[in-house]
C-alpha cells in the first residue's frame, strides 16, 4: 500500500516549500497523482493498480480515474465528495436539524451566526467542521487513539513543525481566502459518469460531511463495467475499524476477482 505526501503536504512540502503567490489546483494534483501511478508501476512491474481515495482523495480519485482509466484496476471511494455547494450545503443542514432535536442552543446560535453556505471567510468551513465532528462522534464508534500518533520519521520536532505549516498552507488553498479555494470548484458529475473502470464506494452511514445519500444519487448515475456501494453503519466521515473493515472486504471479494 502507498501513500503519497501531495504537493503542499507532509514531507514534500519540507522539501519543496511551495510559495503563496502560487496556488495548487485540482488538475496539478490529479497530474501529479497520475505521475505516482506511472512510478508504481513500473517500480513494481505490474500492468496496474488499484486506486483508492478518502475524502479530498475522493476528489483527486474520481479526477485520476476519468483521465487514466487504464492505469488503475478499480476506482474505491471512501467517504466520496460529490459536489462541493451540495455537500457543504448538506452539512449545513444536517448539523442544524441534529442541533435542533438536541435543543443544542449554543450551536444554534453559532450555526445562525455563520448562515447557511457558501461563505467568504476561510473560517467558517472549519468552524461547521467542529459541530460535524461533534455530532458524528455521538453516532459513531471511535477509532483507537494510536491511529492518529505518527510514525518516529514523522515526530521529530522539525517533522511536526513542517506538517503545522503545511495544513496551514493546505487548507488555505483547500478553502480560499474568500472562499474561492480549490473546493468551490468541485462538481464530479461535470466530469461525466461513464468510468471505464469498476468503481466501488465505501460511505459512513453517520457521514455528515460527505452525505451519504448524495454519493448514493451520483453513483445511481454512474456506468461502470462493475459497481456496488456500500454503508457502514456506526462511521462518519473519518474512519474507524468499521470502515477499514468495509474496504478489506471490498478488495478481498469485489477487487481481488478482476485482478485474475
Known amino acids: 500500500m502507498v501513500q503519497w505526501d501531495q504537493r503542499g503536504a507532509g514531507m514534500t512540502?519540507?522539501?519543496q516549500r511551495p510559495t503563496d503567490d502560487v496556488p495548487l489546483t485540482v488538475e496539478q494534483m490529479r497530474d501529479d497523482g497520475i505521475a505516482v501511478a506511472r512510478y508504481l508501476q513500473e517500480h513494481l512491474g505490474k500492468d496496474k493498480v488499484i486506486l483508492m481515495g478518502s475524502s479530498w482523495g475522493s476528489i483527486?480519485?474520481?479526477h485520476m480515474a476519468k483521465v487514466r482509466p487504464d492505469l488503475f484496476h478499480a476506482?474505491?471511494?471512501t467517504a466520496q465528495v460529490v459536489n462541493a455547494r451540495d455537500n457543504e450545503a448538506g452539512m449545513y443542514r444536517?448539523?442544524?436539524?441534529?442541533?435542533q432535536a438536541a435543543n443544542d442552543a449554543p450551536t444554534l446560535d453559532?450555526?445562525?451566526?455563520l448562515g447557511p453556505p457558501p461563505w467568504t471567510d476561510p473560517r467558517n468551513f472549519g468552524i461547521l467542521r467542529r459541530f460535524d465532528r461533534k455530532y458524528e462522534g455521538l453516532a459513531t464508534d471511535?477509532?483507537?487513539?494510536?491511529?492518529?500518533?505518527?510514525?518516529?520519521?514523522?515526530a521529530t520536532p522539525q517533522a511536526l513543525a513542517d506538517a503545522e505549516a503545511a495544513d496551514d498552507y493546505s487548507y488555505i488553498q483547500f478553502i480560499g481566502l474568500r472562499g474561492d479555494g480549490m473546493f468551490s470548484g468541485v462538481n464530479l458529475p461535470a466530469l461525466g459518469t461513464r468510468?471505464?473502470?469498476?468503481?466501488?464506494?465505501?460511505?459512513?452511514?453517520a457521514d455528515l460531511l460527505t452525505s451519504p445519500a448524495i454519493a448514493r444519487t451520483?453513483?445511481?448515475?454512474i456506468t461502470a463495467p462493475v459497481k456496488s456501494f456500500t454503508l457502514v453503519k456506526r462511521a462518519g466521515h473519518d474512519p474507524n475499524q468499521a470502515v477499514l473493515d468495509a474496504q478489506w472486504t471490498v478488495l478481498r471479494d469485489k477487487v481481488a476477482p478482476l485482478l485474475k
Not at 94 to 99: H, P, S
Not at 199 to 204: E, N, T
Not at 218 to 221: I, L, N, R, V
Open 13 to 15: 512540502y519540507a522539501k
Open 60 to 62: 483527486l480519485g474520481v
Open 75 to 77: 476506482y474505491i471511494g
Open 94 to 99: 444536517q448539523v442544524l436539524a441534529l442541533a
Open 110 to 113: 453559532k450555526l445562525a451566526a
Open 142 to 154: 471511535a477509532p483507537p487513539k494510536h491511529w492518529w500518533q505518527p510514525a518516529p520519521f514523522y
Open 195 to 205: 468510468f471505464d473502470l469498476p468503481v466501488f464506494f465505501i460511505m459512513g452511514e
Open 218 to 221: 451520483y453513483f445511481d448515475s
